[in-house]
């Protein structure tokens, strides 16, 4: 076999995406700079520390420290470089789109930067964003520079392992020189390659997580008809999942999808149909579904205590799944919203939530212990289904609760436990268990 030779990488956006992609080139062995505007980002990096939770991520980069550097200045990242890879972050505008801002102030630094043999764009765009930016590049006197579409398909709290042995890894070049570098770079990855034009690329990622996100919302809506039919949702799914033409994931009924990609995706793509003048009927009702899922739960938790005004609610879980400490797009955001719009009173626990990240509601409020932020509430409601909320005393958590009602939103816990320790279950899509 034969090993190609190991190139001189610049990576621009040191946030999860860049982060894993420095660290991970880097375990492949090229050489890498990731460079970022936030100078306390880079501060950590540099002194060894990593600025969000990931598992693994933070060993790649001790064991990779020498090829692995981290800056605030481009022309630093950019001297030695042969590819720049664009992992900068595209959040959503009020009309949906994608803001490419960070993108085009990445794209205009390498003005001048002839060196280059590739600029590779691993943040989601929007279909035909690949276009302008060959379009930029050959005005910018770059034309002999390859581009190439290789959006990530990594999953927080797996992403390390994603990056190394992925489903697939899906290149969309401008031309055949460019596909083969990109190729190359990820000699060692344990995956397929699948080669493909920029627009199509593109297209995956987004036509990707929204199916996903159909899915999610589709077990939902499931869940609300086996709640007003007496089937339980857990048995179904399990069920639906053992047919290979579907599989079993993404079947798990919940709050909804979260996270910085789901919703974003989503919107982005929908976005996108109507700029063509096409409404995206399917795509719409699935944002909507996911966006009505955590307000139904308030709903039903509403008609259990009769009233939420001067209740006590504990919400077990503030990040939008485990493993992370990630609160974007949260569910919990928006139901310790509407509590405190009712006049109920939120305590709540995550063992990992960014301070900085999270609402003024819960750094006034949140506690150490899922059984400190139950003392005196009238309901639990569990959000994140964090694996340590299985080991909890229910038992002894209903001695310390003003009234004991517990809405499980992640179907995490046993109801049958739960009633017999005194509380009220309500789960998604399950039968309400009473105590006895």
């Given at each position: 076999?034969?090993?190609?030779?190991?190139?001189?990488?610049?990576?621009?956006?040191?946030?999860?995406?860049?982060?894993?992609?420095?660290?991970?080139?880097?375990?492949?062995?090229?050489?890498?700079?990731?460079?970022?505007?936030?100078?306390?980002?880079?501060?950590?990096?540099?002194?060894?520390?990593?600025?969000?939770?990931?598992?693994?991520?933070?060993?790649?980069?001790?064991?990779?420290?020498?090829?692995?550097?981290?800056?605030?200045?481009?022309?630093?990242?950019?001297?030695?470089?042969?590819?720049?890879?664009?992992?900068?972050?595209?959040?959503?505008?009020?009309?949906?789109?994608?803001?490419?801002?960070?993108?085009?102030?990445?794209?205009?630094?390498?003005?001048?930067?002839?060196?280059?043999?590739?600029?590779?764009?691993?943040?989601?765009v929007p279909v035909g964003t690949?276009?302008?930016?060959?379009?930029?590049?050959?005005?910018?006197?770059?034309?002999?520079?390859?581009?190439?579409?290789?959006?990530?398909?990594?999953?927080?709290?797996?992403?390390?392992?994603?990056?190394?042995?992925?489903?697939?890894?899906?290149?969309?070049?401008?031309?055949?020189?460019?596909?083969?570098?990109?190729?190359?770079?990820?000699?060692?990855?344990?995956?397929?390659?699948?080669?493909?034009?920029?627009?199509?690329?593109?297209?995956?990622?987004?036509?990707?997580?929204?199916?996903?996100?159909?899915?999610?919302?589709?077990?939902?809506?499931?869940?609300?008809?086996?709640?007003?039919?007496?089937?339980?949702?857990?048995?179904?799914?399990?069920?639906?999942?053992?047919?290979?033409?579907?599989?079993?994931?993404?079947?798990?009924?919940?709050?909804?999808?979260?996270?910085?990609?789901?919703?974003?995706?989503?919107?982005?793509?929908?976005?996108?149909?109507?700029?063509?003048?096409?409404?995206?009927?399917?795509?719409?009702?699935?944002?909507?579904?996911?966006?009505?899922?955590?307000?139904?739960?308030?709903?039903?938790?509403?008609?259990?205590?009769?009233?939420?005004?001067?209740?006590?609610?504990?919400?077990?879980?503030?990040?939008?799944?485990?493993?992370?400490?990630?609160?974007?797009?949260?569910?919990?955001?928006?139901?310790?919203?509407?509590?405190?719009?009712?006049?109920a009173e939120v305590r709540c626990?995550?063992?990992?939530?960014?301070l900085d990240d999270v609402e003024?509601?819960?750094?006034?409020?949140?506690?150490?212990?899922?059984?400190?932020?139950?003392?005196?509430?009238?309901?639990?409601?569990?959000?994140?289904?964090?694996?340590?909320?299985?080991?909890?005393?229910?038992?002894?958590?209903?001695?310390?609760?003003?009234?004991?009602?517990?809405?499980?939103?992640?179907?995490?816990?046993?109801?049958?436990?739960?009633?017999?320790?005194?509380?009220?279950?309500?789960?998604?899509?399950?039968?309400?268990?009473?105590?006895?």
């Amino acid at each position: 076999m034969v090993h190609m030779p190991k190139r001189n990488v610049a990576v621009f956006g040191a946030g999860y995406i860049g982060l894993v992609t420095g660290a991970c080139l880097a375990e492949l062995g090229h050489r890498v700079v990731v460079r970022d505007i936030q100078p306390e980002r880079v501060r950590l990096l540099q002194s060894g520390e990593v600025p969000f939770f990931e598992p693994g991520l933070g060993d790649l980069i001790s064991k990779n420290k020498e090829r692995l550097t981290f800056t605030l200045d481009v022309y630093e990242a950019v001297a030695d470089a042969e590819v720049v890879y664009v992992c900068v972050d595209t959040p959503p505008m009020a009309s949906g789109d994608a803001d490419l801002s960070r993108v085009w102030a990445v794209v205009d630094s390498l003005k001048g930067a002839t060196h280059l043999a590739a600029v590779v764009v691993k943040s989601t765009v929007p279909v035909g964003t690949g276009e302008r930016l060959r379009a930029f590049l050959d005005g910018a006197g770059l034309g002999h520079v390859g581009y190439a579409a290789n959006p990530e398909f990594t999953a927080e709290g797996t992403a390390v392992a994603d990056f190394l042995n992925p489903d697939r890894v899906v290149v969309g070049a401008s031309d055949a020189a460019t596909a083969e570098l990109v190729q190359e770079l990820h000699e060692g990855v344990n995956g397929p390659v699948e080669v493909m034009d920029v627009a199509s690329a593109e297209m995956v990622k987004l036509a990707s997580n929204a199916l996903l996100a159909t899915k999610i919302s589709f077990i939902n809506e499931i869940a609300t008809v086996c709640e007003s039919t007496g089937a339980d949702i857990e048995e179904v799914a399990k069920a639906i999942g053992m047919d290979h033409r579907l599989g079993p994931y993404f079947l798990k009924a919940g709050l909804g999808y979260g996270g910085s990609c789901f919703p974003k995706d989503s919107r982005a793509l929908s976005a996108l149909a109507s700029n063509s003048g096409y409404s995206f009927q399917l795509l719409n009702a699935v944002i909507q579904v996911n966006e009505l899922q955590p307000r139904r739960a308030i709903q039903r938790l509403k008609g259990e205590l009769g009233t939420l005004r001067g209740s006590r609610i504990a919400l077990l879980g503030l990040t939008f799944k485990p493993g992370t400490d990630d609160m974007r797009e949260a569910p919990s955001s928006i139901i310790a919203s509407r509590l405190l719009a009712e006049g109920a009173e939120v305590r709540c626990w995550d063992p990992l939530a960014r301070l900085d990240d999270v609402e003024p509601w819960a750094s006034t409020s949140r506690h150490a212990s899922p059984m400190e932020a139950v003392i005196g509430a009238d309901a639990v409601i569990v959000v994140t289904e964090w694996p340590e909320l299985k080991d909890i005393d229910w038992a002894a958590a209903r001695s310390v609760m003003r009234r004991a009602v517990c809405f499980d939103g992640r179907n995490l816990l046993d109801p049958q436990e739960l009633a017999a320790s005194g509380f009220t279950y309500m789960g998604v899509g399950r039968a309400t268990h009473t105590p006895g």
